[in-house]
């Protein structure tokens, strides 16, 4: 979540660009567009499996 508002305060606040960005943080340019891109500062989701894993009982 924080990374996600640095990116964009130094996009807007800053005026950087995306390059720049990229250069400073170490992320790829397709994840700087996409979180510029998405309107509010939201936590990426990720999917989790319903299965069952390893260590569960048998």
């Known amino acids: 979540m ?3 508002g ?10 950087k660009s995306v ?3 990229v250069r400073l943080t170490s992320l790829s340019r397709t994840t700087v567009r996409k979180w510029l891109k998405t309107p509010v500062l939201e936590e990426p989701r990720y999917r989790r499996s319903d299965e069952a894993g390893k260590l569960t009982g048998n």
Do not use: N, T
């Open 2 to 4: 924080a990374m996600i």
């Open 6 to 15: 640095k990116v964009k305060r130094m996009y807007f606040r800053e005026k």
């Open 19 to 21: 390059r720049e960005i």
